[in-house]
């Protein structure tokens, strides 16, 4: 038997027996006022609200009070028992509400693990395809492309970084890069422009 059922019953078997208890009780009549020299007046009307359940009688009246009372304990017991029932549903219902948005956070997270996960293998891929590309790519130029060429050409490059050093205030850097072109790329077109340059900043 749930807590419900048994404040429910426990409601009903209490309204029982004030009902039980106040059938039993005798019902006395009013003592009627004596005043002076012992006259005594009969008692008349009623006792109670006429037309809303109020007993004929100062005794029924009290034994109506006393079911109004026993009544309002059960009805309260039951309003208690309905809250309470509420209470644990709402409990429930937020409990519920937190393992599912636990649930959604762990997928989520595991979701942006797995994208995580598959950006950098694709990434990855990518740059090894690329530097695969590119090896081919010197590989077919140093195949087909004569040598002189392919040393003027790397002779060019060294001397373009050279000048973005000296552009970008770095004398030192650009004057060791025009050192170099000039002892390792000699009788070429930019050993004689680094020469020239050299030849410049040295004055």
Do not use: C, W
């Not at 426990?10 to 004030?18: E, W």
């Not at 809250?83 to 989520?108: C, G, M, P, T």
């Not at 973005?164 to 070429?188: C, H, M, P, R």
């Amino acid at each position: 038997m749930t807590n419900f059922s048994h404040i429910v019953l426990t409601s009903l078997i209490a309204v029982s027996l004030g009902t039980v208890a106040m059938a039993d009780e005798p019902v006395h009549p009013l003592p009627r006022p004596v005043f002076s020299g012992g006259v005594s007046v009969p008692v008349g009307g009623y006792y109670g609200a006429a037309g809303f359940g109020g007993g004929t009688t100062a005794h029924e009246s009290i034994l109506r009070g006393h079911a109004d009372v026993i009544r309002a304990r059960g009805e309260h017991a039951l309003l208690t028992a309905e809250a309470a029932r509420s209470f644990e549903e709402a409990k429930s219902r937020f409990l519920d509400n937190e393992v599912k948005r636990l649930a959604v956070r762990q997928e989520r997270k595991r979701l942006g693990i797995a994208e995580r996960a598959h950006r950098y293998e694709y990434l990855q891929a990518r740059r090894e395809t690329q530097m695969a590309l590119n090896q081919a790519a010197r590989e077919i130029q140093q195949a087909t492309v004569p040598a002189a060429v392919q040393r003027e050409s790397q002779a060019e490059n060294k001397l373009r970084l050279a000048i973005n050093l000296l552009n970008n205030g770095k004398t030192d850097s650009g004057v060791a890069y025009l050192q170099q072109i000039t002892e390792q790329f000699a009788q070429t077109d930019a050993a004689q422009r680094a020469a020239t340059i050299l030849n410049e900043i040295r004055g």
